[in-house]
T-cell receptor, first 112, second 109 residues
Framework: DADVTQTPRNRITKTGKRIMLECSQT?????MYWYRQDPGLGLRLIYY???????NKGEISDGYSVSRQAQAKFSLSLESAIPNQTALYFC???????????FGPGTRLLVL | RKEVEQDPGPFNVPEGATVAFNCTYS??????FFWYRQDCRKEPKLLMS???SGNEDGRFTAQLNRASQYISLLIRDSKLSDSATYLC??????????FGTGTSLTVIP
């Protein structure tokens, strides 16, 4: 089984809808991250969390919120989706003093 | 100015060739450097960390030049399976990570 899982894998939604992307990990890592990937722009950090009570904004947090429900779970919400939030979203984890990031398989989001 | 810049390519090389990618970073205080590999429509995976003294892993060699603020990746004896996008990653403090846009490599039979 995959160590980092994301649900859903694909999602189509309409402008103005609220949606949540979920990430779970079985690696026992403290650190979790949400990125989005756009063609020509690379991966950009949205939010990151170093433990359940720690949430930090990344480069592009506007329009997004997150929740760290447990060490193993980190959710990303789009309160009111807009078309320019169409992207590939990745969750990642790291921990144990090692900066290596382990990515989930990604969620493809299309906002119409 | 972008934190990390890479030549997007594409690089198309024959099997067995040697190919090199460079990546520049803007924050001179950056501490940690990595190369990740991303296959089409898949998640990125760590290829190798980059150490100050340079490091090698099989056919792959990574170098760091702090004075000029760039890192490089050399791939020797290219294989078809090396075809992918290579992402340069820089972390100033170990908290946030900045990714380059990636360099596309296609190895041709």
């Amino acid at each position: 089984d995959a160590d980092v899982t994301q649900t859903p894998r694909n999602r189509i939604t309409k402008t103005g809808k609220r949606i949540m992307l979920e990430c779970s990990q079985t690696k026992g890592h403290d650190r979790m991250y949400w990125y989005r990937q756009d063609p020509g722009l690379g991966l950009r950090l949205i939010y990151y969390s170093f433990d359940v009570k720690d949430i930090n904004k990344g480069e592009i947090s506007d329009g997004y919120s997150v929740s760290r429900q447990a060490q193993a779970k980190f959710s990303l919400s789009l309160e009111s989706a807009i078309p320019n939030q169409t992207a590939l979203y990745f969750c990642a984890t790291s921990g144990g003093g090692d900066l290596t990031q382990y990515f989930g398989p990604g969620t493809r989001l299309l906002v119409l | 100015r972008k934190e990390v810049e890479q030549d997007p390519g594409p690089f198309n090389v024959p099997e067995g060739a040697t190919v090199a990618f460079n990546c520049t970073y803007s924050n001179s205080a950056s501490q940690s450097f990595f190369w990740y590999r991303q296959d089409c429509r898949k998640e990125p995976k760590l290829l190798m960390s980059v150490y100050s003294s340079g490091n090698e892993d099989g056919r792959f060699t990574a170098q760091l030049n702090r004075a000029s603020q760039y890192i490089s990746l050399l791939i020797r004896d290219s294989k078809l399976s090396d075809s992918a996008t290579y992402l340069c990653v820089v972390s100033p403090t170990g908290n946030q990570f900045y990714f380059g846009t990636g360099t596309s490599l296609t190895v041709i039979p």
